[in-house]
């Protein structure tokens, strides 16, 4: 068989072959999207069949695992992905590209890096490369801008993902950060993660038990899917909710209070979980936490706006600043105490 027509019958198939990268040193995007065409053309599969451009911003420690799960993605999702790596700021200016063609429904992609002074404007090479007249997503797989859609690569996506939970401290406070720069088409993974506990909770209340009285979230320390997940609580049950610390994994309780009795969700191993609600017998539900493949899956089948994370999402920044603001009073008051002590020694 003659091995150039391999690729050609491989797209037939419907199976997807992933053709050898090709390196492009010291370029720019009218020779990347000239490749693009060119290697498309080599597989024998010039018609696109593509229905998005994903755009995945990394740094160069995460950018193989990160271009791995996007490929992952663009199984279901079929896109051109181009992930973007910016590097040092010094220097001249430099792109350099490696490019892959997946034949079949694995699309396309380019893992570009930047360095010197293209990186302060990484958007004039990635706006030549986005497919015509379909969406743009931008993923922040760790670093993420604290306001995406003012981000250069932001301002060209319809939807931007961000991920609280990459953060290994402070993901709590990058997360109201965000939250209080909230623009349409804006998610977090962190809210995704939460997806099935919001529909157990969501079923529980499709006949109410009784009078919500308030509820209680069990996490991790500095988990940010507890933090939306309160957050969600208080904005649709208008209650006080209590955020209590565990060894997790992730949320390991959710406890909803009513005047029926109490809902539920226990999940100790981060797997199974046991789901109780008034006047029922507890059961055991799967409940694993889903890794990020999964989670990007299903931000990628909405692109339109998700108007429940955009209440939740100032629900949290309200609770952020009344906690602020409790704690600006308590200080104020600590030391109007404290000057009146050493006041009355005199």
Known sequence: MNQST?????????????????????????????????????????AMGMVMTLVVVTDDQHAEEAMGIAHEAAQEHPA?????????????????????????????????????????????????????????????????????????????????????????????KKLVARCAAYAPGNTDLAWTRLTPWRALLAAAFDNPPGRPTGAVVAAERGNPSADLLAAWLRDRLKVTVTQEVTDGPGVTTVTVGTSGGDVRITRPDGRLARYSIPGGPERPIALKRRGVPE??????????ED???????????????GQATTGAKTKTGAKTGAAKTKKGKK
């Open 80 to 172: 051109r992905i181009l992930g973007v790596v910016i590097g040092a700021r010094r220097g001249h200016g430099r792109v350099h590209a490696q490019i892959g063609i997946g034949v079949g429904h694995g699309g396309e992609s380019a893992l570009i890096r930047l360095t010197g002074e293209v990186t302060a404007h990484p958007e004039s090479v990635v706006l030549p490369l986005l497919l015509p007249d379909s969406p743009v997503v931008a993923w922040w797989p760790v670093k993420a801008p604290a306001d995406p859609a003012g981000d250069p690569i932001g301002r060209l996506a319809q939807r931007r993902i961000t991920d609280a939970a990459s953060i290994a401290a402070a993901g709590g």
């Open 295 to 304: 989670l990007l899956n299903e931000e990628l089948r909405r692109l339109d």
């Open 6 to 46: 391999q690729p050609a019958q491989a797209a037939q198939a419907g199976r997807s072959v992933q053709l050898a990268p090709t390196e492009l040193p010291d370029t720019n995007a009218a020779a990347i999207a000239a490749e693009f065409i060119r290697a498309r053309r080599e597989a024998g599969s010039p």
């Open 307 to 321: 108007e429940v994370y955009a209440a939740t999402a100032r629900a949290l920044v309200r609770a952020a600043d």
